[in-house]
């Protein structure tokens, strides 16, 4: 393992990081490469938040946020950055779905998504990437931000889910934005854009579904869905660490080759 994949000393914030999803295995594979990880969920989902610390090194830290309102989202980072004084790695796994047919949605669902999703990504990853900018410990690696979209970013599937594919392709450019503008201060961003991961929080509804989810598999390259466990944190450890450290502003599709069809 070289240097560069280590991130010994290092503040890793994971936000949306409720057990069982993306987010607490992306948690996971931070601490393992030696980051103090910083892990975040909304409120209401403290006991998934509780379940993942559990299975984080002792010193890990969980706070509460609420990724639609900036001034938890900036309270959250500014009391990270009193405990710890710096934050080099921030992945915001924090979303939302609304399945649902396009006439049956309201104006006020449509925004919550897009609220969440885009906004919130928008909001934690400024936050964060304020603190990279302005307080980088000397002799410290600029910061890194990863962001989380779908495969269905810059297209859609068979699902009736117009608010999701909307606020998830807005995440690729807001991604984009953000590298372009924290660039000359060496800070990466880059969004991950997995495919069918299963299971998962989001996915366990595909279990009463499993004509679906074979479908889903058979649409991939590989003939399967994602393994969260096996598939995500390699491509995602690669985004955090500077392993990467010429590549900002990019997409990297994990979804076994469906994007390439």
């Given at each position: 393992?070289?240097?560069?994949?280590?991130?010994?000393?290092?503040?890793?914030?994971?936000?949306?990081?409720?057990?069982?999803?993306?987010?607490?295995?992306?948690?996971?594979?931070l601490a393992g490469r030696g980051a103090h990880v910083v892990v975040t969920e909304h409120e209401r989902e403290s006991d998934n938040l509780r379940a993942t610390l559990a299975n984080l090194p002792d010193g890990a830290l969980g706070l509460h946020?609420?990724?639609?309102?900036?001034?938890?989202v900036e309270a959250t980072?500014?009391?990270?950055?009193?405990?710890?004084?710096?934050?080099?790695?921030?992945?915001s796994c924090a979303g939302t779905m609304?399945?649902?047919?396009?006439?049956?949605?309201?104006?006020?669902?449509?925004?919550?998504?897009?609220?969440?999703?885009?906004?919130?990504?928008?909001?934690?990853?400024?936050a964060a990437g304020k603190i990279m900018r302005d307080h980088r410990p000397d002799g410290a690696a600029p910061g890194r931000i990863v962001t989380t979209s779908t495969v269905y970013a810059e297209r859609v599937g068979?699902?009736?889910?117009?608010?999701?594919?909307?606020?998830?392709?807005?995440?690729l450019n807001v991604t984009r934005?953000?590298?372009?503008?924290?660039?000359?201060?060496?800070?990466?961003?880059?969004c991950l854009a997995p495919?069918?991961?299963?299971?998962?929080?989001?996915?366990?509804?595909?279990?009463?579904?499993p004509e679906r989810l074979d479908w889903f598999a058979r649409r991939t390259m590989l003939g399967r869905n994602g393994d969260p466990d096996k598939d995500f944190t390699g491509p995602m450890l690669f985004l955090a660490t500077e392993e990467s450290s010429f590549v900002t502003g990019q997409?990297?599709?994990?979804d076994g080759g469906w994007s390439a069809w």
């Open positions: 393992m070289s240097d560069t994949s280590r991130l010994d000393g290092q503040v890793a914030v994971v936000v949306g990081a409720g057990h069982g999803g993306l987010g607490a295995r992306a948690a996971a594979a946020c609420d990724v639609t309102r900036a001034d938890q980072m500014d009391e990270v950055l009193t405990r710890l004084g710096r934050v080099d790695v921030l992945v609304l399945r649902r047919e396009f006439d049956l949605t309201t104006p006020d669902e449509f925004e919550h998504v897009l609220r969440v999703n885009t906004v919130g990504t928008w909001l934690v990853a400024g068979p699902i009736p889910e117009a608010a999701y594919y909307a606020s998830k392709a807005g995440v934005a953000l590298a372009q503008e924290l660039g000359p201060f060496g800070i990466r961003a880059n495919g069918v991961f299963y299971p998962t929080r989001m996915t366990s509804a595909l279990e009463e579904s997409v990297l599709y994990v």
